[in-house]
């Protein structure tokens, strides 16, 4: 079921009527049931996965609380080996082992299993483990009631694409959960609405372009056309990305929940690292806590440092996909983080440093690292290297043939909406304040709402960029 899909609505409506009708004790029992057959909507095979995964973290948890030394390590590896171990072959053994057939000239067909990819394997996986390292570290303690815990791992509205929720975030929600105010319930219905409207107004039509472009990239030499083409991907995960988080985040305060923010503005970044704090900002966390701090932790000297940033960026990349396309890919935002860093110890407390700190600098950073980040669609969408290779040189102009513009009139009117929208968002707050104002404001607001999403939405349900992560 997609969010986008008249289906999705009646299954939430029925369960959150359902929900609200019997105490919570046994709403947390419905909650479960309905997130399980959300995930077996798409293939019931592999509802097996998620609750291995349950019934080996629940146990493990409590045997960490109370365990001490070489024990403790060895559970907590435990957790690692079958979670990675799960993720691992469904989704990297293809990927490995045909680029260790290709290495050794063996054919392929020999090794490749032609492994089917459980959708949001990466995102309960990332969920589960965080939960392991936390009680492994004493942040919090194990969880003893096993509904509590699935329902943190299996709770449908971030089930299939994040964002990617802590158990201390979740779980104390549970156990101190109350029915929403009605303001809370209007914040949700904003949320949902503002991220349909994102999904099928905005993503959707800049998919088109897209889609157009990267299908066959030599079909559309020239600068002109790489550069729109990757401008409209980019436009297209941003507003299919934050879509789907505004309308889980909604249909999470539906039903009571608060999900944390996963997107700040990204457009308006000035650098790499202010960009990692506004993009995907849930997974920029969890990367940060379990993969860069630990690595770091007793580690001095820059070197040290920079390296692992590279690293971790490349396992980002990788953790995207399993294919050599996305490990460029977080290998470019690796150097860009490594680049940013040199440049900013090299530059501090000299006339540079001044001048990038005047307000007039500003546009020209932000407008910079939008390009930088436009251009990392050339890693990203293609399927080959070889093909990121020509859209590259496409991008910067070693083509010596000029080919049209890809975006249409009112594909550009979009953009330039979505840009003043993010800009006034930024200043403004005027999405978050609407849940304030009185019923003569949100409600033509909600009849606009629906208006435009009749009018410009796409001919069907197009299913969601990150599904496929």
């Known amino acids: 079921m997609l969010f986008n899909s008249f289906q999705y609505w009646i299954f939430f409506l029925i369960v959150a009527v359902l929900f609200y009708s019997i105490p919570f004790r046994a709403g947390k029992v419905l909650l479960l049931c309905a997130s399980y057959v959300f995930y077996m909507w798409w293939d019931p095979r592999f509802i097996i996965l998620i609750l291995t995964s349950t019934v080996v973290d629940y146990y493990l948890g409590i045997l960490l609380e109370v365990a001490s030394g070489r024990r403790k390590k060895c559970l ?18 293809d990927f490995f082992a045909g680029s260790l057939a290709a290495l050794l000239h063996i054919p392929k067909s020999s090794v490749v299993l032609q492994v089917v990819l459980p959708v949001g394997i990466s995102f309960y996986t990332f969920a589960s483990l965080s939960y392991t390292f936390d009680v492994y570290w004493g942040k919090m303690k194990a969880v003893r009631n096993p509904i509590d815990y699935a329902l943190f791992i299996a709770f449908f509205p971030h089930l299939i694409a994040g964002p990617i929720i802590r158990a201390r975030q979740f779980i104390s929600q549970i156990w101190t959960w109350r029915r929403p105010a009605a303001i809370v319930i209007q914040s949700g219905i904003i949320l949902v609405l503002s991220g349909l409207l994102k999904k099928m107004v905005f993503a959707d039509r800049f998919a088109v372009v897209a889609d157009s472009y990267f299908k066959d990239p030599t079909a559309h030499p020239g600068w002109l056309a790489a550069w ?37 503005r990204p457009f308006l970044s000035r650098n790499p690292p202010d960009l990692w704090q506004r993009w995907h900002i849930t997974l920029s966390t969890w990367v ?7 690595f770091s932790r007793g580690r001095k000297g820059r070197f040290v440092l920079y390296r692992n940033m590279l690293v971790v960026m490349v396992l980002v990349g990788l953790w995207h ?6 490990v460029v890919w977080g290998a470019y935002h690796g150097i860009l983080l490594v680049g940013y860093r040199l440049f900013d110890r090299a530059t501090v407390g000299t006339a540079i440093d001044r001048v990038m700190k005047k307000r007039y600098v500003v546009p020209f950073s932000v407008g910079l690292m939008f390009a930088a980040f436009v251009l990392s669609a050339a890693f990203f969408r293609p ?28 594909t550009i009117v979009l953009l330039f909406i ?5 800009a006034a968002q930024e200043r403004n707050q005027f999405i978050d304040r609407l849940a304030l104002q009185p019923a003569r404001v949100q409600i033509p607001a909600y009849v606009l709402a629906f208006l435009a999403l009749e009018l410009f939405s796409a001919t069907g349900p197009v299913p969601f960029v990150y599904f496929q992560f």
């Open 76 to 93: 907590l590896a435990v957790s690692l080996v079958v979670n990675l171990g799960i993720l691992g072959f469904f989704k990297y053994y």
């Open 228 to 264: 729109s083409g990757c401008l409209a991907f980019f436009m297209q995960v941003f507003f299919d990305f934050s879509g789907y988080t505004d309308i889980a985040r909604g249909c999470a305060k539906l039903l009571g929940f608060e999900f944390p923010l996963n997107f700040a």
């Open 288 to 294: 940060r806590d379990y993969l860069f701090m630990p």
């Open 321 to 326: 996909g399993a294919n050599w396309t996305f």
């Open 383 to 410: 399927k080959t290297l070889q093909t990121s290779g020509y859209v590259l040189s496409a991008l910067f102009g070693f083509q010596h043939v000029t080919g049209g513009f890809l975006l249409t009139t009112g």
């Open 418 to 422: 979505s840009l003043f929208l993010a």
